[in-house]
């Protein structure tokens, strides 16, 4: 109790690095189709530096717990962390993976797809989290995602929940998986995925509409989730906990650019909110408004962590 306050983080990420090998063009190409593109950018990303980044930027006291390789990647990806003042005393390097890469290919539309090299990220695993054990029970709240092998954030989750449990979890069940254990669901304080990732978690076909998402929330409150929540692009985010009751939050209309990254800024804003003592007061609902603005804002700017904010505002509805 004396070391977390005295040095307790309010948002640690338990997550991966990634590369970004981005490419702008006119569309998306289509199986063996070669196409020209407008503009090509190295970048920043994977989904738990871009939260981290995010938390980091808007003002909370972050750390990571990850995985580099000790190529020049990993070197410039771990300046980045320490430039934007995120706490790397648990990245750890290792020579037996290159660093994580995502090659992202964006059209006019501001649509994107996306593939993932995991690499150095695949060797995050339960002896990293015990290494790191002090700084993850420091934390006020706690961020995984899925480019880190699952029996590591099962460890992490276990860990906090056993020694920790005043630390809020937010698991974000993301890039897409077919299964995920119950243990999961119920460490979870916040479960969050789009619609996609919904879709396969629970075999329903186009969650595409507020309707349809509330099914989906209400199918993994069944599963065991103390909130879950589905994030549904321009129409917003839903949201329930076990008492069923379900919330739309709508996202302000804006002209998307660049929609890479924006659920990571979504969720690394949610978890800054969540971890900021003098903000307890803020309903969770408005919590998750200002996320949805800021994730909006996002998206009117090329890239992924530098399209990121640093400011939001609380008193506009």
Known sequence: NEYKSYLRMEVVVVGSCMTDLISYVPKLP????TLHGT???VGFGGKGANQAVMAAKIGSRTAMVAKLGTDTFGDNYLQNLKDVGVDVSCVGRTEAAASGIATITVDSKAENVIVIVGGANNLLSCDDVTAARDVILSARVAVFQMEIPLQTNIAALELIKSESPDTFTIFNAAPATDFLPQTVYKLSDVFCVNESEAERLLNMEDIRTVEEGFKAVQAFID???????VTLGSKGVVYCDRSKKL???Q???VLAVDTTGAGDSFIGTLAHLVAKKELEGISFYRKVEIACQVASESVTKTGTQSS???SYKIDDA
């Open 30 to 33: 289509n199986p063996g189709e």
């Open 39 to 41: 503009e090509f950018k």
């Open 223 to 229: 599963r065991g989730c103390n909130v879950a929540m």
């Open 247 to 249: 919330e739309h939050v």
């Open 251 to 253: 996202c302000p209309s």
């Open 308 to 310: 990121y904010p640093c």
